[in-house]
């Protein structure tokens, strides 16, 4: 495994600091209505992305997972303004405005969605890893999912031939406690998410979701295992969101006083606290990192506010292969 040193912890502050307020700002102008639709935010679970990032080979592996998808590319090295034009709808955006919010995408920097069904990025994470295999290109592919979504059946489907073909998949819950607004314990007769790998005898077992240490930890052993050959794993990443499931959730599921209980254990106070208990930085060194998130968001919400958006005939083009389709106005 990569060391974790002080570069780390910086590096990690600065990048889970950023994602924050770039979901905040999202948050904002959501209610601004420059951004429409649904909007899903991170805030919270900061920790599982950071830890992921440092034990992926990033020239090489992949990843994909649910509609929870607009820091996850920017960690994967897309540039940030670019998902923020795509949120706003703009021509600038991942995908020239047409995906929005659920749909970030980026074959360039291996990032493969956003997707808006629940569950429907499980068995395409294992056809990715099946890819990688059958033409011997030594990835991994990372298949996040939330927890509602270890309830299709499309899961077990994928755990299936990813076992019996050993593929170089590590298939990740995400358990933030709620389904939407249904609780996991009201979704079946057990918690333990991370036993649904028993059944296929896949290496499987719970992990703090709130620290990044202890994610990087397990992911590199996941990520070493799949890379040998020696097949996939299901790793449950116990976490938790801050907001709603979406900016339309009013959250009457869950009690203010939970939401503060589970604050406490905030990953980016978390870093922070080490960073300063080990002298890796003082609090005006933070502050200038802190500083330097901001100025970024200001950015990014200038350059989606001033992109333009796509001409229309875009969104036939990306539909329509037949350029003469009879039943289009000649005139758009």
């Known amino acids: 495994m990569k060391k974790i040193t002080k570069k780390t912890y910086l590096d990690w502050y600065e990048q889970m600091y950023f994602w924050r307020k ?4 999202l948050a904002q102008v959501y209610i601004n209505q420059k951004v429409r639709g649904f909007l899903h935010l991170y805030n919270g679970q900061e920790a599982v992305l950071a830890g992921a990032l440092h034990a992926m080979d990033l020239t090489k592996d992949r990843m994909i997972t649910a509609y929870r998808n607009h820091v996850q590319p920017i ?10 034009a795509e949120l706003y709808g703009k021509a600038t955006g991942t995908s020239q405005g047409l995906g929005g919010s659920m749909h970030i995408f ?12 629940v569950g ?9 890893a099946f890819a990688d295999k059958f033409f011997k290109r030594d990835a991994v592919t990372l298949t996040f999912m939330g927890d509602g979504a270890t309830r299709q059946g499309s899961l077990h489907e994928a755990f299936n031939l990813a076992m019996l073909w050993k593929l170089p998949v590590v298939f990740c819950c995400e358990n933030n406690g709620y389904a939407m607004g249904t609780s996991v314990e009201r979704t079946a007769n057990h918690v333990d998410i991370w036993k649904l790998g028993l059944g296929y005898e896949m290496p499987c077992k719970p992990v703090d ?18 890379r040998s050959g020696g097949g996939p794993t299901f790793l449950e990443i116990r976490t938790y969101r801050y907001r709603g499931h979406s900016m339309s959730d009013a959250q009457h599921y869950r009690t203010k006083e939970e939401v503060a209980e589970k604050q406490k254990e905030d990953p980016i106070t978390y870093v922070k606290d080490i960073i300063l208990e080990k002298k ?35 969104m036939y083009d990306s539909v329509y292969e037949q350029e003469d389709y009879p039943f289009l106005p000649h005139k758009l």
């Open 22 to 25: 770039f979901e905040d700002k």
């Open 75 to 84: 960690g994967m090295g897309v540039d940030p303004k670019r998902v923020m």
């Open 106 to 117: 980026s074959k360039e920097h291996r990032f493969y969605g956003g997707h808006g069904i």
């Open 120 to 128: 429907g990025q499980i068995p395409l994470g294992a056809g990715l």
């Open 209 to 226: 979701g709130m620290n990044p240490v202890t994610v990087a930890k397990e992911l590199d052993i996941a990520i070493e295992r799949a």
């Open 280 to 314: 890796y930085a003082t609090e005006a060194d933070l502050k200038v990192i802190d500083k330097r998130v901001k100025d970024l968001v200001i950015e990014c919400e200038k350059f989606a506010d001033e992109s333009p958006y796509p001409e229309k005939n875009v």
